[in-house]
C-alpha cells in the first residue's frame, strides 16, 4: 500500500512538473515569436514562465526525494556503511525532522503572504496559491523520507556515476 502510493505520488509530481516545463517552453516562445514576428509582446508571459519554472523545480525537488538522487557529501560513506542500514534509516528521520520544520517555516511565509495580499507584478493575482508549492515540496519530501526510514526497501538504491 505505501509503496504504491509513494509510486502515485511520484507520477503525480512528474507529470505536474512536466506540464509545467512544458507550459514555460511554449509561453516563452510565444512571447519571443509574438516579438519577432508580430512586433508586440504577451502580457505577462515572462512572468508566468517564471513561476511555471518556480514550480517545476520545487516538483523537481520532491522528485529527486522520490528516486534517491539528491546531491550529498560522501566522503564519510566508508566509515558510515559499517552501520548500515541504521544509518541510513536514521539520515531518512533526520531528513523526515528537517523537511516538516522547513515546511513549517514555508507556510507561515504563506500566511503572511496571504495576510498581507501580496500580488504578482504586471498581472496583479494574488501569489499565495503558487506559494503553496513551497510548503508542499517540503512536507511531500518529509514524508517521504519519513517512508523510507520506516520502509528502507521502498528508498530506490543510489545509483553511482561511473568514472
Same mark, same amino acid.
Given at each position: 500500500?505505501?509503496?504504491?502510493?509513494?509510486?502515485?505520488?511520484?507520477?503525480?509530481?512528474?507529470?505536474?512538473?512536466?506540464?509545467?516545463? *512544458?507550459?514555460?517552453?511554449?509561453?516563452?516562445?510565444?512571447?519571443?515569436?509574438?516579438?519577432?514576428v508580430f512586433e508586440t509582446a504577451i502580457l505577462g508571459a515572462q512572468q508566468?514562465?517564471?513561476? $511555471?519554472?518556480?514550480?517545476?523545480?520545487?516538483? $523537481?525537488?520532491?522528485?529527486?526525494t522520490s528516486d534517491n538522487t539528491h546531491l550529498r557529501p560522501e566522503f564519510?560513506?566508508?566509515?558510515?556503511?559499517?552501520?548500515?542500514?541504521?544509518?541510513?534509516?536514521?539520515?531518512? *528521520?533526520?531528513?523526515?525532522?528537517?523537511?516538516?520544520?522547513?515546511?513549517?517555516? *514555508?507556510?507561515?511565509?504563506?500566511?503572511?503572504?496571504?495576510?498581507?495580499?501580496?500580488? *504578482?507584478?504586471?498581472?496583479?493575482?494574488?501569489?499565495?496559491?503558487?506559494?503553496?508549492?513551497?510548503?508542499?515540496?517540503?512536507?511531500?519530501?518529509?514524508?517521504?523520507?519519513?517512508?523510507?526510514?520506516?520502509?528502507?526497501?521502498?528508498?530506490?538504491?543510489?545509483?553511482?556515476?561511473? $568514472?
Amino acid at each position: 500500500m505505501l509503496a504504491r502510493t509513494l509510486r502515485w505520488l511520484r507520477l503525480i509530481e512528474a507529470s505536474v512538473a512536466s506540464a509545467a516545463y *512544458a507550459a514555460v517552453a511554449i509561453l516563452l516562445m510565444a512571447d519571443v515569436i509574438g516579438r519577432e514576428v508580430f512586433e508586440t509582446a504577451i502580457l505577462g508571459a515572462q512572468q508566468l514562465a517564471v513561476y $511555471g519554472a518556480i514550480l517545476a523545480g520545487f516538483l $523537481g525537488f520532491t522528485l529527486a526525494t522520490s528516486d534517491n538522487t539528491h546531491l550529498r557529501p560522501e566522503f564519510l560513506d566508508f566509515i558510515l556503511k559499517r552501520f548500515e542500514p541504521w544509518t541510513s534509516q536514521a539520515g531518512n *528521520a533526520l531528513s523526515a525532522l528537517f523537511f516538516f520544520g522547513a515546511g513549517y517555516v *514555508a507556510w507561515t511565509f504563506v500566511e503572511i503572504s496571504m495576510d498581507a495580499g501580496d500580488r *504578482a507584478p504586471v498581472l496583479y493575482f494574488v501569489v499565495w496559491p503558487l506559494q503553496l508549492i513551497i510548503p508542499y515540496a517540503f512536507i511531500s519530501s518529509g514524508l517521504k523520507h519519513l517512508a523510507f526510514a520506516a520502509r528502507p526497501d521502498l528508498q530506490p538504491a543510489k545509483e553511482r556515476e561511473a $568514472g
